[in-house]
């Protein structure tokens, strides 16, 4: 059932992403976020509810609630426009948390600690943007780049891994994992690329007019 709720994890993401690049407004991704969220605290409860007290389903069910949690507050977040700065700090305690898991998994699933680290670089993004208001990193523009980031990466990471988890075919060697990493810094530096793009081109014309005057003067 956890795979399930990841294969619509993706989508969200990547909705998500174009929220976050301009292309796609902010009350019309509400409903999707609200959707995935409320599935990924309903589909966990229930799996807990009959566990038994299993360990292993239990640990494999209650990471669920950090992204649920996450889509249902951005979800109000979009529709009532409500202060992000506490959901900010939130995305610092699920980066915290997904890194342990990350770092956890480097042993017995490389693939998938490259796809823990990955959630933990975006969730520490929203936590510098939304918690500290930070929006800027050097020329790079983080809301631009954060949106690219997980357009890149949000379906790599949680739609296919899901559709190869429900079809039996994942695999967990070395080879794979370090095929993930590679992947991972390129997305990266795709994304610095395509921020600077799109970015500017959000600049209104005169204000650009300004900018290229200033780096000329430089």
Same mark, same amino acid.
């Given at each position: 059932?956890?795979?399930?709720?990841?294969?619509?994890?993706?989508?969200?993401?990547?909705?998500?992403?174009?929220?976050?690049?301009?292309?796609?407004?902010?009350? *019309? $991704?509400?409903?999707?976020?609200?959707?995935?969220?409320?599935?990924?605290?309903?589909?966990?409860?229930?799996? =807990?509810?009959?566990?038994?007290?299993? =360990?292993?389903?239990?640990?494999? $069910?209650?990471?669920?609630?950090?992204? *649920? +949690?996450?889509?249902?507050?951005?979800?109000?977040?979009?529709?009532?426009?409500?202060? $992000?700065?506490?959901?900010?700090?939130y995305?610092?305690?699920?980066?915290?948390?997904?890194?342990?898991?990350? /770092?956890?998994?480097?042993?017995?699933?490389?693939? +998938?600690?490259?796809?823990?680290?990955?959630?933990?670089?975006?969730?520490?993004l929203?936590?510098?943007?939304? *918690? =500290?208001?930070?929006?800027?990193?050097?020329?790079?523009?983080?809301?631009? +780049?954060?949106?690219?980031?997980?357009?890149?990466?949000? /379906?790599?990471?949680?739609?296919?891994?899901?559709?190869?988890?429900?079809?039996?075919?994942?695999?967990t060697?070395?080879?794979?994992?370090?095929?993930?990493?590679?992947?991972l810094?390129?997305?990266?530096?795709?994304?610095?690329?395509?921020?600077?793009?799109?970015?500017?081109?959000?600049?209104?014309?005169?204000?650009?007019?300004?900018?290229?005057?200033?780096? =000329?003067?430089?």
């Open positions: 059932m956890g795979n399930v709720g990841l294969l619509f994890v993706g989508v969200v993401l990547l909705v998500n992403g174009l929220v976050a690049i301009g292309v796609v407004d902010g009350r *019309g $991704a509400a409903p999707l976020n609200l959707f995935v969220g409320s599935a990924q605290i309903v589909v966990p409860t229930l799996v =807990l509810a009959q566990s038994g007290g299993d =360990l292993a389903v239990v640990n494999a $069910a209650w990471p669920s609630y950090l992204f *649920g +949690f996450t889509y249902l507050w951005f979800g109000f977040i979009q529709i009532f426009g409500i202060d $992000a700065r506490g959901f900010g700090w995305c610092s305690f699920v980066a915290v948390v997904v890194t342990f898991l990350a /770092i956890k998994s480097v042993g017995t699933d490389p693939v +998938f600690a490259v796809i823990w680290a990955t959630w933990a670089i975006i969730w520490s929203f936590f510098v943007m939304l *918690g =500290l208001g930070v929006t800027r990193a050097g020329r790079v523009d983080l809301g631009h +780049f954060t949106g690219w980031f997980v357009i890149l990466l949000g /379906i790599p990471t949680c739609t296919v891994p899901a559709l190869l988890l429900l079809n039996g075919v994942w695999t060697s070395a080879a794979v994992g370090f095929g993930a990493l590679v992947v810094v390129i997305a990266t530096a795709l994304s610095v690329a395509l921020a600077q793009r799109s970015a500017r081109r959000n600049v209104p014309a005169d204000l650009r007019a300004h900018e290229s005057a200033a780096d =000329l003067r430089v």
